[in-house]
């Protein structure tokens, strides 16, 4: 079994309450890669109880409650730096989205295409960049080319796909161009195959002089490296 299908069925057979190592000797590989595939999965207090009756370590129950609070108290560590880390950034005043953007686009806009564009599969990121389009450069919806790319293997989920890339955006599907399929077929499995919506490509119409500016920017930034 290839190590994606195992820690599908790792991930199930943990939902079920079974134990890391009784769920590393039935798929034949070792408890910490288990322990790691299931680290975000929380079992019930009944199947906590269950566990402990089946085991022959006394001190099972008690390394397992240990287990659970350091847990707990990383989910609050990681919530509370989350929080502080959203209060750090605040509201992005015009110069500073400008900034922002052009970090964004040196990073992942394209650069030697004859137009200005982006492509991600992160819709934040997508809307980040629209944002930044629209509110520094002044495009709008019809001064953009938007285009979704996806695997071949998804191409019954098209319609669905390209909603949600239309409910991401704001801008209707009639807007976006003929879809673009992978034509490889994937052997990897996923656990969940719906979540996936391939990639959003977004370009700047008649953007050739556009794109030397952001170059111009990038460069500017560069410099303040020196």
Not at 120 to 125: F, K, V
Not at 149 to 155: A, F, G, L
Request: proline fraction near 3%; aromatic fraction near 10%.
């Amino acid at each position: 079994m290839a190590k994606f299908a195992q820690k599908i069925e790792a991930r199930k057979l943990r939902r079920k309450g079974q134990s890391i190592k009784g769920i590393a000797k039935s798929l034949n590989v070792s408890p910490a890669s288990v322990s790691e595939w299931c680290h975000d999965i929380s079992l019930t207090v009944n199947q906590i109880k269950i566990l402990e009756l089946h085991s022959r370590d006394p001190s099972y129950g008690r390394r397992l409650t240990y287990s659970l609070k350091q847990k707990q108290q990383r989910v609050e560590k990681t919530k509370r730096l989350m929080e502080e880390g959203k209060k750090d950034v605040g509201i992005l005043s015009e110069r500073e989205l400008f900034i922002a953007g052009i970090a964004l686009y040196w990073a992942e806009g394209f650069k030697k295409d004859s137009q200005a564009g982006l492509a991600n599969l992160d819709p934040y990121m997508i809307k980040f960049f629209i944002r930044w389009l629209n509110e520094c450069f002044h495009y709008h919806v019809d001064n953009l080319i938007l285009r979704v790319t996806v695997n071949i293997s998804h191409k019954e989920r098209i319609n669905e796909i390209e909603g949600y890339w239309s409910t991401v955006t704001g801008f209707p599907v009639d807007k976006f161009q003929k879809p673009f399929f992978q034509k490889v077929l994937w052997k990897k499995v996923y656990e969940n195959p719906n979540d996936y919506h391939g990639i959003l490509r977004v370009k700047v119409r008649k953007s050739v002089d556009f794109l030397r500016r952001l170059n111009g920017c990038i460069e500017g930034l560069r410099m303040t490296t020196d």
